[in-house]
């Protein structure tokens, strides 16, 4: 995980701040000047106004936040909650698709099956994942997965974190649609317990593909649309820069969802976001994966997809009425 400091457009005034408590660090110790009372100054009203920031965030912001390069990812949840954890490759068809990991692991003690999108954090990983936009592979790899799961009686988790699935020419003639949707047949239909939690990007079927679970929760700076907001201005508007009007208009940000119906709940992330704070983001959503699973235990098989399915079903109906 990347430890650079980069700070967003509207935490500009907060990059001052922190440069000068560097500074004043720099100074402190047995041979400089005791500066530990004007840090303390400093470090409350950087918090005050990091607080005053992330309370009025609007939804383009939220996404500028969802997309932080230092947000944790993936492989950084698998790295801080993940024990005994296996890898498995390929889909039995065609290949393999990095920009979807996931294998056999436990959390806290609980056996699991855990897939998700990894982005990567520079340029290497980035090229290495695909930037999280998975192909046909990763999606026939996550039915595998799913498969998998079942004959084992394993719960699955799914982490989502993508921009969407990879549109290309490539792609498309694998059988991009086909996969995506037969990832969506096999969530609904699973025999386990299924939880999906959105951690940055929920972008699309890209993101659908692993996430129709009995519980769909978000992280509460992420972002979960049909479309990205540049995309739908472009599409409506013709202007991409009319993308945070788009971002406001789609009701993309965790507390509109809830209120939709479409998401079950948030997961608080740390003052001024999960990149601040990673390992208490990982910790808290490591907290939360075990009280839901614990809520889900004692459901049969019957039960999990009636329930599951029930509420994919009345999503739809819900936002006509």
Same mark, same amino acid.
């Given at each position: ?5 980069t700070?967003?457009?509207f ?5 001052e701040?922190?440069?000068k408590i560097?500074?004043l660090?720099a100074?402190n ?8 009372d004007?840090?303390a ?9 990091l ?11 939220k996404?500028k ?13 698998i ?8 890898d498995?490759?390929g ?6 698709d990095?920009?979807?990991i ?7 003690g609980q056996?699991?099956?855990i897939?998700?999108?990894e982005?990567?954090h520079d ?8 930037f ?5 592979e ?6 595998r997965l ?7 009686? &394993?719960?699955?988790?799914?982490? =989502? @974190?993508t921009?969407?699935?990879? %549109?290309?020419r #490539? /792609?498309?003639?694998?059988? +991009?649609?086909e996969?995506?949707?037969r ?9 386990v ?10 972008g699309s079927g ?6 129709t679970?009995n ?6 700076h992420s ?9 739908c201005?472009?599409?409506l508007?013709?202007d ?9 208009a ?6 509109? &969802?809830?209120?939709l119906g479409i =998401? @079950?709940d948030?997961?608080a992330? %740390?003052?001024g #976001? /999960?990149?601040?704070?990673? +390992? ?16 889900l235990?004692?459901l ?7 329930s599951?399915?029930d509420?994919?079903l009345s ?6 009425d």
């Amino acid at each position: 995980m990347s430890n650079t400091r980069t700070y967003l457009d509207f935490e500009r005034p907060l990059a001052e701040l922190d440069g000068k408590i560097d500074d004043l660090k720099a100074l402190n110790g047995p041979d400089g000047i005791d500066v530990t009372d004007e840090v303390a100054r400093l470090e409350a009203k950087a918090d005050k106004q990091l607080r005053a920031i992330y309370t009025k965030l609007d939804p383009w912001e939220k996404t500028k936040v969802a997309r932080h390069p230092a947000r944790p990812h993936f492989c950084d949840y698998i790295s801080g909650l993940v024990t005994d954890f296996t890898d498995l490759a390929g889909d039995r068809k065609y290949g393999e698709d990095e920009a979807l990991i996931g294998g056999p692991g436990k959390i806290r003690g609980q056996s699991v099956m855990i897939m998700g999108h990894e982005k990567g954090h520079d340029t290497d990983t980035r090229l290495q994942h695909n930037f999280g936009m998975a192909n046909p592979e990763g999606y026939r790899k996550a039915v595998r997965l799913m498969d998998m799961a079942e004959r084992f009686h &394993l719960p699955v988790i799914s982490l =989502v @974190d993508t921009a969407g699935a990879f %549109p290309g020419r #490539g /792609a498309e003639e694998r059988g +991009q649609a086909e996969a995506i949707a037969r990832s969506i047949d096999k969530g609904l239909s699973l025999k386990v317990p299924f939880i999906s939690i959105i951690i940055g990007e929920g972008g699309s079927g890209g993101a659908v593909a692993i996430a129709t679970a009995n519980k769909v929760l978000m992280l509460e700076h992420s972002i979960y649309s049909v479309i990205s907001p540049e995309g739908c201005a472009s599409i409506l508007w013709r202007d991409s820069e009319r993308s945070k009007d788009a971002a406001k208009a789609m009701k993309i940000t965790a507390k509109d &969802l809830k209120q939709l119906g479409i =998401v @079950d709940d948030i997961i608080a992330e %740390p003052l001024g #976001g /999960a990149h601040r704070d990673p +390992q208490g983001m990982i910790s808290a959503v490591g907290d939360t994966i075990i009280e839901t699973l614990t809520a889900l235990s004692g459901l049969d098989a019957t039960t999990l997809v009636r329930s599951r399915q029930d509420k994919f079903l009345s999503i739809g109906r819900t936002l006509l009425d």
